[in-house]
């Protein structure tokens, strides 16, 4: 059996550290042969991970399209009844505190952010070393 499409529901649910890791890897490799991967999950945070495009529904279609557009309208998550990702709350905190955010928007992962915010954290470092 060589199925083109392939149905997920909830894949990382309870399970360990490792296995998620593991799913995850398979998953991308599945992606890499080309097929056509469906998830149905509440766990945003791994999204990025999994997928290219997404479709918010509840009761109905709400939207869909890129991921990064999608899992940073926070209202359109709100209408699902769905938390933004963490990261995208940690840039959000950032910005209510006052700290400009334009380099960091549309991050979904951490690995994406370790780059733009040690560069914030370096220029304030040379910042506060010239006063």
Known sequence: MDPEIIIFDEP???LDQETKEWVISFIGSLREMGKTLIFAT?????IPYLADKIY???KRLLGGGNIRD???D???LKETKLAP?????I????ERRGISIDNLRGILTLEELVEPLSDMC???ALAVEGT
């Open 91 to 94: 840039v959000l905190s950032l």
């Open 70 to 72: 999608i899992l940073w």
């Open 56 to 58: 918010l529904i509840n």
């Open 42 to 46: 509440h766990n945003i945070d791994i």
């Open 74 to 76: 926070v209202d359109k």
């Open 85 to 89: 990702p963490s990261i995208v709350k």
């Open 12 to 14: 990382l649910m309870n």
């Open 122 to 124: 370096s220029k304030v």
